[in-house]
T-cell receptor, first 112, second 113 residues
Framework: SQTIHQWPATLVQPVGSPLSLECTVEGTSNPNLYWYRQAAGRGLQLLFYSVGIGQISSEVPQNLSASRPQDRQFILSSKKLLLSDSGFYLC???????????FGPGTRLTVT | AQKITQTQPGMFVQEKEAVTLDCTYDTSDPSYGLFWYKQPSSGEMIFLIYQGSYDQQNATEGRYSLNFQKARKSANLVISASQLGDSAMYFCAMSLGNYKLSFGAGTTVTVRA
């Protein structure tokens, strides 16, 4: 069966510091990968998706970037965090476009 | 642009009773998929059920069923025989067959013993 991992689970970072969140998927190959952000009490906003190694599509221009160095690894980064980057970050995967997406446990980021 | 509307911010339901969560959507595309997810307090999004726009029958998965009314553009989730573990936030989402899932604002369900 497929599993998706995210780390760290929680993170507190000062404004202006860098960020690296990692997501890995096990038990499947060539997954589509996604990064979402959820503000407190709100729905999810798609940030990036990737259909293959090195292929990144950005949905919302912002202070963040994403990379996919391996088939089942997806990384969310920032060079300098802003207060507005605080939130709950969820990674997800799917077999194909339009399919249901399966989510990881999420990373709660607080920028102070 | 596609849009998902969940008008119920919060609902209370008695244990063992059924509850219906409303979801309406707006798209002019004839091909789309509708999804429901559950988000407990731990934060993880759990996929519950899927309905395709061309599916003739309403989707069911255990205690979850989707009341799909295409002409009204609604896709309500029905949870039967509620359990305490059903207390969570529930999100309706839509895909137009591309890579993007558009989510509604969510409905918080609290099951009372």
């Amino acid at each position: 069966s497929q599993t998706i991992h995210q780390w760290p689970a929680t993170l507190v970072q000062p404004v202006g510091s860098p960020l690296s969140l990692e997501c890995t998927v096990e038990g499947t190959s060539n997954p589509n990968l996604y990064w979402y952000r959820q503000a407190a009490g709100r729905g999810l906003q798609l940030l990036f998706y990737s259909v293959g190694i090195g292929q990144i599509s950005s949905e919302v221009p912002q202070n963040l970037s994403a990379s996919r160095p391996q088939d089942r690894q997806f990384i969310l980064s920032s060079k300098k965090l802003l207060l507005s980057d605080s939130g709950f970050y969820l990674c997800a995967w799917s077999h194909d476009r339009g399919d249901e997406q399966y989510f990881g446990p999420g990373t709660r980021l607080t920028v102070t | 642009a596609q849009k998902i509307t969940q008008t119920q911010p919060g609902m209370f339901v008695q244990e063992k009773e059924a509850v219906t969560l409303d979801c309406t959507y707006d798209t002019s595309d004839p091909s789309y998929g509708l999804f429901w997810y559950k988000q407990p307090s731990s934060g993880e999004m759990i996929f519950l059920i899927y309905q395709g726009s061309y599916d003739q029958q309403n989707a069911t998965e255990g205690r979850y069923s989707l009341n799909f009314q295409k002409a009204r553009k609604s896709a309500n989730l029905v949870i039967s025989a509620s359990q305490l573990g059903d207390s969570a936030m529930y999100f309706c989402a839509m895909s137009l067959g591309n890579y993007k899932l558009s989510f509604g604002a969510g409905t918080t369900v609290t099951v009372r013993a």
